[in-house]
């Protein structure tokens, strides 16, 4: 077998619709509640924020959902997108484990992302929106956002972490090209950024005061919707066409995978890879082994409570059901912005809590490491969240040759790292340190928790 091999699908093969997990769930996730009465939120409420057809994948039940034309048309620029063996690493690390990764860094955005913002643009273009509001953390979402919204004709509006804002100005800047406007947050745009403001004026911000302020600013108008990047139903489930395709190229390889890996910031990454292996094995096919990996300094899965919690830190989304640090706890500046969320997607808690997943956590200099190798390798420099999957991956492949055996592992490589190389240039002067979170923080953090009957 020669050392590139690529497994690669037709324009046809690009699936024409997505695959809803709640279809084939033994139970059904607890349901998202409105944040003063407490009783499940209905259409009606979510309304201000999400373009009816959004709101409705949201809450369906249906196994497979059309993808629409048009957002199939955007898909074929980039998608199917490839799913290597990584060969290379595997001569590397002198294991009988077969490694396979789906490339998601091929999008015009550099990571997974584009594959929701396309199709979320599109309903809000289809139900006459004219603006849409969102946060970001790394800048991938806003990336991504401002590309679909330039595509459909719609005024976006990005709230970035303010540390991420200072740390990646070029992300910014690709932004800025599409047309979307970039405010760092904390800003003064907003109550909710003020508050924060005025407590804590040096506030390097966190992906939950730019949800808040984001939706803020989203309700304030009628021609104004906001996006979600990550946690909710209908952003999973955009991103199972990378598990669909993968699936079919599987059959390409005529194999299967044992373990499934991806890195959880909100989820959905994860939830797009895993969820079709997954309703296969709940269907009564092949059982996987699924590994979230997410960042020690971060640590919702691993260390964090089931509860029901707020999205945001000035409690403006609904509550819903997920792990959770706590909606006011701000995760120590580490490179891997995209994960630095508190919270998590309520499909990926649901599932862990029946067991049928196993996170992981790791520091963030093992990581770099592990994704440097990958870079010699395999020729690909991997997102800083993307070395979460690659360090598990590797983890995985030394295990199966300490145990001798073969496994098949696959894992997301979710994005590459081009607009990362300042984390990787601290990483490379040693200057980048592992961080732990802070117990007490979190605690303090856990404690405010809403008390939900
Ligand atoms: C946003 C992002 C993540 C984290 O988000 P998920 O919803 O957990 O996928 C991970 N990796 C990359 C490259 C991202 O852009």
């Not at 199917?80 to 955005?109: H, N, Q």
């Amino acid at each position: 077998m020669s050392d590139t091999v690529k497994y690669v699908l037709d324009e046809k093969d690009i699936p024409r619709h997505w695959y809803n997990i709640m279809a084939d769930l033994p139970s059904p996730p607890p349901p998202v509640l409105h944040p003063a009465t407490h009783q499940p939120v209905g259409p009606d409420d979510l309304a201000p924020l999400f373009p009816m057809a959004v709101i409705q994948q949201e809450v369906s039940q249906e196994r497979e959902i059309e993808i629409p034309e048009p957002v199939r048309e955007v898909y074929r620029q980039w998608r199917p997108s490839p799913l290597f063996r990584a060969r290379r690493l595997e001569k590397m690390l002198d294991t009988p484990a077969r490694i396979y990764y789906k490339y998601e860094g091929v999008s015009p955005a550099g990571s997974h992302k584009p594959n929701t913002a396309i199709a979320q643009a599109f309903y809000n273009k289809q139900e006459g929106v004219k603006r849409i509001t969102t946060e970001t953390g790394a800048g991938q979402w806003g990336s991504s956002l401002a590309l679909a919204g330039s595509l459909f004709g719609l005024e976006i509006e990005v709230f970035m972490v303010k540390v991420s804002f200072q740390q990646k100005p070029y992300r910014r800047s690709f932004m800025e090209t599409f047309g979307a406007k970039c405010i760092a947050s904390p800003s003064d745009m907003t109550e909710a950024g003020r508050a924060v403001l005025r407590e804590h004026p040096d506030s390097t911000g966190s992906l939950g005061i730019a949800i808040s302020e984001a939706v803020e600013r989203a309700v304030q108008r009628d021609d104004t919707k906001y996006a979600l990047g990550s946690v909710l139903n209908h952003v999973l489930l955009h991103q199972t066409v990378i598990g669909l395709e993968a699936m079919k190229q599987f059959d390409l390889a005529g194999d299967y995978p044992d373990i499934v890996i991806a890195p959880t910031g909100g989820g959905s990454n994860f939830g797009g890879i895993t969820f079709p292996f997954l309703g296969e094995q709940l269907r009564g096919g092949r059982k996987i082994d699924l590994v979230a990996v997410e960042p020690s300094a971060c640590p919702t899965l691993t260390r964090g409570k089931y509860a029901y919690d707020f999205g945001d830190t000035a409690h403006l989304t609904p509550l819903v059901k997920m792990h959770t640090l706590g909606s006011t706890y701000v995760p120590p500046g580490f490179h891997a912005g995209g994960l630095r969320y508190h919270g998590m997607a309520p499909l990926v808690s649901h599932i862990t809590d029946l067991g049928l997943v196993r996170p992981r956590a790791y520091q963030q200099t093992e990581c770099f490491e592990a994704g440097i190798l990958f870079a010699k390798a395999e020729g690909i420099i991997p997102a800083p969240e993307a070395n979460h999957g690659v360090k598990a991956a590797i983890d995985e492949a030394l295990r199966c040759k300490e145990e001798g055996v073969s496994r098949a592992i696959l894992f997301n490589l979710c994005g590459h790292g081009h607009f990362d190389m300042q984390a990787y240039r601290d990483y490379l002067d040693g200057k980048l340190v592992d961080q732990e979170y802070d117990e007490s923080e979190i605690a303090m953090a856990l404690a405010g928790l809403p008390s939900v009957a």
